[in-house]
T-cell receptor
Framework: GQNIDQPTEMTATEGAIVQINCTYQ??????LFWYQQHAGEAPTFLSY????GLEEKGRFSSFLSRSKGYSYLLLKELQMKDSASYLC?????????FGTGTKLQVIP | EAGVTQFPSHSVIEKGQTVTLRCDPI?????LYWYRRVMGKEIKFLLH????????ESGMPNNRFLAERTGGTYSTLKVQPAELEDSGVYFC?????????????FGEGSWLTVV
């Protein structure tokens, strides 16, 4: 089975940095996705980590530690439009499983 | 390049009726997935096609749900007869390959309301 744990809600200030943590347990592991989902919209791909380490992509970075079953998504220079749910989604042998997501609210 | 497209975007049906959702994956993507998000819950896996074959249908809730992918292109997900608890957003996703390194792209979802 698969178990994914991430905070339900977070609040951060515009311009600041926020880190969203995710721990997971999976049967089989083939990488981990992070998706952004605005209310009423489809999940949008942010990152995909297969190997340990940090991957940076503009204002967003994602980190993975396979041995610890741990990942985080780092958002820098927060903007109001970053208010959304962020979904941690480890990939098993073939399918991807989603956590409940972290609802991030960016305040002025 | 067109993304994953789904139809209808919204559907309201009465309990006991039938609804068929359609998904057109990104061209060339052999892997097609159906997911569902019920209000207040996480997105849950329903099933996975590789071309026209069902690779994994462990997430299908019951036999009222039937998914097909004839010809390995578009897929349909039929709910018959629909029940109130079937209301939610049905997402389709596709990827070129199912191995590591292959991004899964989602469609906008089909919002189903059963009344």
């Amino acid at each position: 089975g698969q178990n994914i744990d991430q905070p339900t809600e977070m609040t951060a200030t515009e311009g600041a940095i926020v880190q969203i943590n995710c721990t997971y347990q999976t049967s089989g592991f083939n990488g981990l996705f992070w998706y952004q989902q605005h209310a009423g919209e489809a999940p949008t791909f942010l990152s995909y980590n297969v190997l340990d380490g940090l991957e940076e992509k503009g204002r967003f970075s994602s980190f993975l530690s396979r041995s610890k079953g741990y990942s985080y998504l780092l958002l820098k220079e927060l903007q109001m439009k970053d208010s959304a749910s962020y979904l941690c989604a480890p990939r098993g042998y073939q399918k991807v499983t989603f956590g409940t997501g972290t609802k991030l609210q960016v305040i002025p | 390049e067109a993304g994953v497209t789904q139809f209808p975007s919204h559907s309201v049906i009465e309990k006991g009726q039938t609804v068929t959702l359609r998904c057109d994956p990104i061209s060339g993507h052999d892997n097609l997935y159906w997911y569902r998000r019920v209000m207040g819950k996480e997105i849950k896996f329903l099933l996975h096609f590789v071309k026209e074959s069902k690779q994994d249908e462990s997430g299908m809730p019951n036999n009222r749900f039937l998914a097909e992918r004839t010809g390995g292109t578009y897929s349909t997900l039929k709910v018959q007869p629909a029940e109130l608890e079937d209301s939610g957003v049905y997402f389709c996703a596709s990827s070129q390959d199912s191995g590591p390194g292959n991004t899964i792209y989602f469609g906008e979802g089909s919002w189903l309301t059963v009344v």
